[in-house]
């Protein structure tokens, strides 16, 4: 079946720092790519998202690029703040499945960034 | 337009009891899933409903259930409680299946003591 590896954490950043953390994917059809964020004691925020290989999905300063060839999709963000500090989950799903809206999520990688 | 909001937030059952989480899904979006998030077990889907029928059911017992109303929201429901039903529950809404950009809620945290 489908599934998400993504770099466990935690992973502590000094404000202005790259962040880089690394999702690699396993599924049989092609699926969408996703990184949603939780922020504590929220819910899951959708972050960005890429459909097809080579997309590159970015939003407030973040990106990841669906790499097909490595079946990878890294989240980057070249300098981070304090406010980014949150819980980033990798996932996917494959609409063309009869799974319809199925997300299926890494671990998730616990992000701290200090002043 | 309102997000996904989900009743109650916070929940203390004892075990085997029953409990019954509600989801009320953005305006216009008719498909509705539900999912577990626990320290252990991480995020695990649990079903999702679209035009009040369940299409997809995630590996859990027959003591998790659920339902869709005409309105489009939703209800999940789990029978004897168990220590391990202790999560956080997030409902996720979208305009239909396959409608990938799915919009979650701020969940409902269960204890279960």
């Known amino acids: 079946g489908d599934s998400v590896t993504q770099m466990e954490g935690p992973v502590t950043l000094s404000e202005e720092a790259f962040l880089t953390i690394n999702c690699t994917y396993t599924a049989t059809g092609y699926p969408s790519l996703f990184w949603y964020v939780q922020y504590p004691g929220e819910g899951l925020q959708l972050l960005l998202k890429?459909?097809?290989?080579?997309d590159k999905g970015s939003n407030k300063g973040f990106e990841a690029t669906y790499r097909k060839e490595t079946t990878s999709f890294h989240l980057e963000k070249g300098s981070v703040q304090v406010s980014d500090s949150a819980v980033y989950f990798c996932?996917?799903?494959?609409?063309?499945?009869?799974?319809?809206?199925?997300?299926?999520f890494g671990g998730g990688t616990r992000v701290l960034v200090k002043p | 337009k309102a997000g996904v909001t989900q009743t109650p937030r916070y929940l203390i059952k004892t075990r085997g009891q029953q409990v019954t989480l509600s989801c009320s899904p953005i305006s216009g979006h008719r498909s509705v899933s539900w999912y577990q998030q626990t320290p252990g077990q991480g995020l695990q889907f649990l079903f999702e409903?679209?035009?009040?029928?369940?299409?997809n059911k995630g590996n859990f017992p027959g003591r998790f259930s659920g339902r869709q109303f005409s309105n489009s929201r939703s209800e999940m429901n789990v029978s004897t409680l168990e220590l391990g039903d202790s999560a956080l529950y997030l409902c996720a809404s979208s305009l239909a299946p396959g409608q990938e950009t799915q919009y979650f809620g701020p969940g409902t945290r269960l204890l279960v003591l």
């Open positions: 409903y679209f035009s009040e029928t369940q299409r």
């Open positions: 890429a459909t097809k290989a080579d």
């Open positions: 996932a996917l799903s494959d609409p063309a499945k009869a799974a319809g809206n199925k997300l299926t």
